[in-house]
């Protein structure tokens, strides 16, 4: 990747992910982390990994690309994984999430940016219950909380509103067909007034559908997308710059979403915009995508993720300005009324004709008393009447019967699903250990060799050692015949 100091951004391709070289150590891999950008830097707080929940705070400077750690000042904040994060007034709140400080409702934490204190803000009103994988969306002073999963693997398909203002929970009553109880989808908020919800899954399906709730009437519609298709999934991630939401990852348990969309939220059509290999890890579940401003422009920031292994790599890309492309041409008032009302007829349900079902008098029709035929009947309806009791009573039971095989499957699944990815991880580390022991065997093998040659020079050496004790003994032989021989001719001499 290009670089120009800490401007390296500015040469980047439009519509592509890059990997960003990290300068100095980097944060645990993990995955159902939270993410928000602020001034350049991308905080990453919790997630899971391995099965174990994470409370670490990391900051990723985008300028110098840079990892460092924030040690809160006071306060604790429990590990959580599947947890919203949203940016208030210099405050980070967190919002439910899956931890082991257990309880009943929705917890609300906050971390002051300014004095890294943190601590938990009281609520009032009809708290939600306690749960993970929802989805938590701003609008104005007021987060809307859709979906997820309790404590005890219910799915959810409630709406809560949090009045920041007041910090009163209240709970909202939708007409129309609500999406099916679901968690680990996206939302996003368009034109400041309808809420979408795409994706996510239950036990057993994971879900491609888009639905809208218009936040003005309380009123849920099913819009048909247009464009390119979008393979079911969950776990994925959604960031909105100005009419497009960015959608990148997610998976089925199977398989990693390869292609990023783009959803233009005023025409409804869906665009693929990239798409990475099948184990990349833009193609993981549970990875986090932000938008961030760096001078002026917008860029896409995405981290972690689980595809068979976690992941803690940071990726860029740079959308391509789509307004400059096609720029607004109606500016006047009643322009933007018009461009108001197409929005609102994008998303207009589709409203059930009423039948008329008053009674229509037939001047003909004439009412005949056969009395024995009415007792007949009556007899036969009230005898009918106690078959569809016993059937009711029947069918009730298949159902309650029904009812707890799907939630035996559906946690069968579930374990099924943990100790695949489990497994996975085991089987990757596996393979690095197998890696060092096939290079710690070639090391012995080295010393064995090395080893080897040392006996052999040991071996040299015992028998230079035996030479030499040999020539030693020969010499000393020498010297002793010399002696005597010089003794003898002494003695001839002095006789």
Request: glycine share 8%.
């Amino acid at each position: 990747m290009g670089s120009d100091g800490q401007n390296w951004y500015l040469g980047l391709t439009y519509d592509q992910w890059v990997p960003l070289p990290v300068s100095g150590p980097t944060p645990a891999a993990r995955y159902k982390h939270a993410a928000v950008t602020v001034d350049g830097k991308l905080y990453i707080i919790g997630g899971s990994r391995n099965g174990r929940y994470l409370s670490d705070i990391q900051v990723f400077d985008l300028k110098s690309l840079t990892w460092s750690t924030i040690k809160l000042n006071s306060g604790v904040l429990p590990a959580t994984s599947g947890h919203n994060m949203i940016l208030w007034e210099n405050k980070f709140l967190f919002l439910a999430g899956h931890s082991k400080d257990v309880s009943d409702t929705v917890t609300v934490r906050f971390i002051d940016l300014q004095s890294y204190e943190c601590g938990v803000i009281e609520t009032f009103g009809k708290l939600p219950v306690a749960r993970g994988g929802q989805s938590v969306t701003l609008f104005g002073s007021k987060l809307i909380m859709f979906g997820g999963e309790d404590q005890h693997r219910r799915l959810l398909n409630d709406i809560s509103v949090l009045d920041l203002e007041t910090m009163t929970w209240s709970t909202v009553e939708t007409m129309q067909t609500s999406p099916a109880p679901r968690f680990d989808h996206t939302a996003a908020l368009h034109a400041d007034r309808y809420l979408l919800i795409l994706g996510g899954c239950s036990h057993s399906i994971f879900f491609n559908d888009l639905h809208v709730l218009d936040l003005e009437t309380m009123e849920w519609s099913q819009p048909q997308l247009q464009g390119d298709l979008v393979s079911p999934r969950a776990g994925h991630a959604g960031v909105t710059i100005g009419d497009n939401w960015y959608i990148v990852g997610g998976g089925d348990n199977k398989s990693g979403v390869p292609e990023t969309l783009m959803l233009n939220m005023s025409k409804l059509v869906v665009s693929v915009l990239a798409t990475v290999k099948g184990r990349d890890p833009l193609a993981s579940e549970g990875l986090s995508v932000s938008s961030a401003s760096l001078d002026g422009e917008n860029f896409l920031v995405a981290f972690g993720g689980y595809n068979g292994k976690y992941n803690n790599e940071v990726y860029v890309m740079r959308p391509k300005p789509r307004d400059v492309l096609h720029p607004k041409i109606l500016q006047s008032p009643a322009a933007e009324a018009a461009a108001a009302a197409s929005v609102r007829a994008a998303y207009a349900l589709t409203k059930p004709e009423k039948l008329d079902l008053s009674k229509r008098e037939d001047s003909s029709f004439k009412e005949v008393h056969v009395d024995n035929i009415q007792q007949h009947l009556l007899a036969e309806i009230s005898a009918l009447g106690e078959q569809k009791k016993a059937l009711e009573s029947s069918l009730a039971d298949v159902r309650a019967e029904n009812a707890d095989l799907r939630n035996k499957i559906a946690d069968v699944n579930t374990t099924h699903a943990d100790l695949s990815k489990e497994l996975q991880s085991v089987q990757g580390q596996l393979i690095s250990e197998r890696s060092r022991c096939a290079k710690l065997e070639a090391q012995i093998a080295e010393l064995q060799k090395m080893l080897e040659s040392m006996q052999s020079i040991e071996e040299e050496v015992q028998a230079l050692r035996k030479e030499k004790s040999e020539l030693e003994r020969d010499m000393e032989r020498v010297s002793s015949v010399q002696k005597q021989g010089s003794g003898s001719a002494w003695k001839w001499i002095t006789g």
